[in-house]
């Protein structure tokens, strides 16, 4: 398949255009470049027909933060909070930019994503009208008040499936921040499904920084097989 690379909106993408026509489109956030193994690991257990681009070149700790927060642990670094402005960029720069390099309109765009970019992935979905669905791996529920924000208001569009992850060592840490991410995975996957959306939670082992790659596949996966 021929895979392009570009710039937009400031940040690079990785595009990995469908074969045919009525294919979705899976649009995966990056920390370390990883978009072509995630695509590769998807590739080899599924021949389903899809668009994939990675975004790379992401302010991580601000792009795919929904508000500011301080430092978690000493040494770490504040959440910036600026996903909102983020969004405006995907929305109004990258996905028009993609849009304009497929072939044909995408049946469905879906965001992929890990750790913080897991959180984006769903956050998103409560920002903009324009997505399908979200992969969550691994995703940093322990967010202060996300959970609050998440079942105090609506998504701007009903989205078809979400699909969240966790390692189950992920919750048993000594950080106070960070334990309640398996308690706030789970509540969210119990009211994503009371709301009719088609959901899984799966628990995967090991802790936040194993097999990160294959945990994001994996979702993918799922997406593609519904």
Same mark, same amino acid.
């Given at each position: 398949?021929?895979?392009t690379?570009?710039?937009?909106?400031?940040?690079?993408?990785?595009?990995?255009?469908?074969?045919?026509?009525? /294919?979705?489109?899976?649009?995966?956030?990056?920390f370390?470049?990883e978009?072509?193994? #995630?695509?590769?690991? #998807?590739?080899?257990?599924?021949?389903a027909?899809?668009?994939?681009?990675?975004?790379?070149?992401l =302010?991580?700790?601000?792009?795919?933060?929904?508000?500011?927060i301080? &430092?978690?642990?000493?040494?770490?670094?504040?959440?910036?909070? =600026?996903?909102?402005?983020?969004?405006?960029?995907?929305?109004?720069e990258?996905l028009?930019?993609?849009?304009?390099?497929?072939p044909? +309109? &995408?049946? *469905?765009?879906?965001?992929? @994503? $890990?750790?913080?970019? @897991?959180?984006?992935?769903? $956050?998103?979905? $409560? =920002?903009?009208?324009?997505?399908?669905g /979200? #992969?969550?791996?691994s995703?940093?529920f322990?967010y202060?008040?996300?959970?609050?924000?998440?079942?105090g208001?609506s998504? %701007?569009?009903?989205? +078809?499936?979400?699909?969240?992850?966790l390692?189950?060592?992920?919750?048993?840490?000594?950080?106070?921040?960070?334990?309640?991410? +398996?308690?706030?995975?789970?509540a969210? /996957?119990? !009211?994503?499904a009371?709301? @009719?959306? +088609?959901?899984?939670?799966?628990?995967?082992? @090991?802790? !936040?920084?194993?097999?990160?790659?294959?945990?994001?596949? %994996? *979702?993918?996966?799922?997406?593609?097989?519904?």
């Amino acid at each position: 398949m021929t895979e392009t690379r570009f710039t937009a909106g400031g940040r690079e993408i990785l595009l990995i255009p469908a074969l045919g026509e009525d /294919a979705p489109l899976i649009l995966l956030h990056t920390f370390n470049n990883e978009g072509r193994a #995630v695509y590769d690991l #998807v590739r080899r257990d599924t021949a389903a027909d899809f668009s994939f681009a990675a975004v790379s070149g992401l =302010r991580w700790d601000d792009d795919m933060s929904p508000w500011p927060i301080p &430092p978690i642990a000493k040494g770490d670094t504040p959440c910036g909070g =600026r996903a909102d402005d983020y969004l405006k960029t995907l929305t109004g720069e990258i996905l028009p930019s993609l849009r304009a390099v497929l072939p044909t +309109e &995408p049946a *469905g765009v879906y965001l992929a @994503g $890990y750790s913080l970019a @897991g959180l984006f992935s769903v $956050y998103a979905l $409560y =920002r903009a009208a324009v997505f399908d669905g /979200a #992969v969550s791996a691994s995703g940093s529920f322990w967010y202060p008040d996300f959970l609050a924000f998440a079942k105090g208001r609506s998504m %701007k569009k009903p989205p +078809e499936r979400i699909y969240l992850s966790l390692g189950d060592k992920e919750a048993k840490t000594r950080n106070r921040v960070l334990r309640p991410v +398996e308690e706030n995975t789970v509540a969210l /996957a119990a !009211h994503f499904a009371e709301r @009719g959306i +088609e959901t899984v939670f799966e628990l995967n082992p @090991g802790n !936040h920084f194993q097999r990160c790659d294959e945990r994001v596949a %994996k *979702g993918i996966l799922w997406l593609l097989r519904r």
